[in-house]
């Protein structure tokens, strides 16, 4: 299993951005896709963005395309989430998680089996 430490959150106000970092290690991170999940209070887990275990392909939730961008870096076993024009609404804790390898890739948090703690983001003026 590969463990997963996530960085990065914190208050920012609308309109502002923030990078989320999730760094692996225990495990062969090329081997896996990797998603940024969330978590509002009262809410369930939703799939932020999934990227291929090579990096070519990605997947966004409706709710962030065309404001976050999802990336990651092998030889850094790192993945990373790039958050622009923030709203209030995408206030919650965001989780990083290691799936299968496959693709068209798993959309659903069940599926995933490794996960980071989270860090919290808070959109706020």
């Known amino acids: 299993q590969v463990r997963l430490v996530e960085s990065g959150g914190g208050l920012v106000q609308p309109g502002g951005s923030l990078r989320l970092s999730c760094a692996a290690s225990?495990?062969?991170?090329?081997?896996?896709?990797m998603g940024w999940f969330r978590q509002a209070p009262g809410k369930e887990h939703e799939l932020v963005a999934v990227i291929s275990w090579g990096g070519g392909r990605t997947v966004y939730a409706d709710s962030v395309k065309d404001r976050f961008t999802i990336s990651r870096d092998n030889a850094k076993n790192t993945v990373y989430l790039q958050m622009n024009s923030l709203k209030p609404e995408d206030t919650a804790v965001y989780y990083c998680a290691a799936g299968p390898g496959m693709w068209p890739a798993k959309t659903a948090s069940k599926d995933y089996g490794s996960w980071g703690q989270g860090t919290q983001a808070t959109v706020s003026s």
């Open positions: 225990g495990g062969t991170f090329s081997y896996y896709n």
